[in-house]
């Protein structure tokens, strides 16, 4: 079942959102090479915590941390730990919070210290697009599947690949609710979009293969064939005048 939220929520929700939105520039601003993972997420921590939210990550499934980390050939899902960011590595950060009740939710890749190669520039601006291009069709009286539909379509004429096997989320008073959001798909299928709708989309753009498998620590994804991937993400609401992203700083 699709939980519509009311123009109070989706303003609480924006709260949520803007306090994700600047701890993410926060975080990529400090992570420079030689940075270890695990001062990021004491500092998205201290940052959520002095705000007066929560974290929304910490816990769930029993996740132990504030943010996902993922360099390089990691999708999704990596936990900070001792590892130092390196001069030219691909890295994805991930953060949700809570306000007073509420979740907001989003992701952003870049590369750490000097300048990217051609495939991680690439690579970053198709993913970055590619969120862009579904955002642009969450939008009263589209198909679920549009979102999607949109997305593969502009990854994969990009020379990328999407992947499949995790996807965005409704997200409201639980950090997952319905519907599914695939990043993948047909124009045309799945549920109405209605107004009062908030779906946090999350494209994961690969390098090289779709396919993906998480590693033995029962978190971190990674793609198959070792190739590079990055994650972009927003929470958008379905409103009468468009797409509404809620995490923008
Ligand atoms: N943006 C991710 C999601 O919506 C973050 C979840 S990380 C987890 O699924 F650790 F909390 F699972
Ligand atoms: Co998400």
Known sequence: MIILKTPEEIEVMREAGRLVARVLAALREAARPGVATSELDVLAERLIRDAGAVPAFKGYRGYPATVCVSINEQVVHGI??????????????????????????????????????????DLLDAGQSALTVGVEQAREGNRLSDIGSAIQRHAESRGYSVVRDYAGHGIGQAMHEDPQVPNYGTRGQGPLLRSGMVLAIEPMVNAGTFEV?????????????????????????????????????
């Open 80 to 121: 900070p730990a001792a590892r130092r960011l390196q001069d030219g590595d691909l890295v994805s950060l991930d953060v949700g919070a809570v306000i007073k009740g509420y979740y907001g939710d989003a992701a952003v890749s870049f590369v750490a210290g000097g300048r990217p190669t051609r495939l991680q520039a």
């Open 213 to 249: 498998t998480c590693l033995e620590d029962g978190w971190t994804v990674v793609t198959r064939d070792g190739r590079p991937s990055v994650h972009f993400e927003h929470t958008v609401a379905v409103t009468e005048d468009g797409p509404d992203i809620l995490t923008l700083p």
